[in-house]
Nanobody, 126 residues
Framework: VQLVESGGGVVQTGGSLRLSCAASGDKFRTYSAGWFRQAPGKEREYLASSRWVGGVAYSSSYADSVKARFTISRDNAKNAVYLDMNTLKPEDTAVYYC?????????????????WGQGTQVTVSS
């Protein structure tokens, strides 16, 4: 599975961005997908995950720090997962990564994911 993120950029405080992650392969809809970020000098931080629970149903989870502002979603027709980010703050500045795991086990720990994208830079200016 290859993952390619896009949608990063520079945005002012209070603004919004939508990050996209395009996946290869025909079974991505059954994979767990997650979003993480990493700021300079900091560990990779979990943001949100989407776990397939059967049929067309998914279970979404969020880090407490972003659950009021970020939303994860999927489009199986496009083999993609998205992260909508609102009310952005300077402390949201980081490289944002998409991750995937071919089981329902992908959760909040980076070690639970086998596949990673190259990352996309998000910079929030004050």
């Amino acid at each position: 599975v290859q993952l390619v993120e896009s949608g990063g950029g520079v945005v002012q405080t209070g603004g919004s961005l939508r990050l996209s992650c395009a996946a290869s392969g025909d079974k991505f809809r059954t994979y767990s997908a997650g979003w993480f970020r990493q700021a300079p000098g900091k560990e990779r931080e979990y943001l949100a995950s989407s776990r397939w629970v059967g049929g067309v149903a998914y279970s979404s989870s969020y880090a407490d720090s972003v659950k009021a502002r970020f939303t994860i979603s999927r489009d199986n027709a496009k083999n993609a997962v998205y992260l909508d980010m609102n009310t952005l703050k300077p402390e949201d500045t980081a490289v944002y990564y998409c991750a995937a795991e071919p089981t329902s086990g992908g959760r909040a720990a980076p070690t639970q994911y086998s596949y990673w994208g190259q990352g996309t830079q998000v910079t929030v200016s004050s």
